[in-house]
């Protein structure tokens, strides 16, 4: 076991932190506390950071009711350097899964969808809202993608649709993923942003409209944290 690793066993299994826990998440405690040890376990870079700042990251999740499990894609603890106080500290990420998870909480729904829009199919782009008009080409998946659009209506009839470049998700991507930049992710496979993309892509554009202009659930709305890029 590692020297970081026993720190954080060391401080979630305290008397006073387990008091902390109890008041806080109640019956759910004791999930909280296997399930956040076990992402810690597994991820070498998480080990890295303060202990209660991982803690804090896996309230949130829990509050939220969001898995942690990064396969899943509802939620994630994400380690960054605090270069000021030169430490390293988790933070809490609502992952696209999630935003979509909490918008249909919200019950006010009718559509969401995110696709990717290849060379030739853009009729129309309306730079003031935001619309634009798609007609499919001929052999679509063989064509070149050139951008991405998410698109969500909601039962009383507000639509909305948000169009992003390859180029402008890209550049996105570049300034807010910590992955895009790396070979590699946390736990040292290789980074989606340099196996899939257009996955990737989708997920942000799908996400930043959720983000923007979707009416998310009770609790997001409650527990006023960052729920980050």
């Not at 070498?44 to 939220?64: D, F, H, N, R, V």
Request: charged share 30%; proline share 3%.
């Amino acid at each position: 076991m590692s020297s970081n690793l026993k720190v954080f066993n060391e401080t979630i299994s305290n008397p006073r932190t387990q008091d902390y826990l109890k008041s806080v998440l109640s019956e759910k405690k004791s999930s909280f506390v296997s399930n956040l040890t076990a992402l810690v376990s597994n991820n070498k870079k998480l080990q890295e950071c303060e202990p209660l700042s991982l803690m804090y990251a896996g309230i949130t999740a829990t509050t939220l009711n969001l898995p942690l499990d990064s396969n899943l894609g509802f939620a994630y603890v994400i380690p960054f350097k605090n270069n000021k106080e030169h430490k390293t500290e988790a933070q809490f990420q609502i992952g696209y899964k999630g935003y979509i998870q909490l918008a249909i909480r919200s019950g006010q729904f009718r559509t969401i969808n995110v696709m990717k829009v290849k060379e030739g199919e853009i009729k129309h782009r309306d730079m003031l809202t935001g619309d634009i008009e798609l007609e499919p080409v001929e052999d679509r998946e063989n064509k070149k993608t050139i951008g991405y659009a998410s698109y969500i209506k909601l039962i009383n009839g507000f639509e909305k649709v948000l169009y992003m470049t390859s180029e402008e998700t890209e550049k996105y991507a570049k300034e807010y993923s910590q992955t895009y930049s790396s070979k590699y992710d946390d736990v040292r496979k290789r980074s989606r942003w340099t196996t899939d993309f257009d996955a990737m892509a989708e997920k942000t554009v799908l996400k930043q409209i959720l983000k923007k202009y979707a009416p998310l659930s009770v609790e997001l709305k409650e527990s006023n944290i960052v729920t980050g890029k």
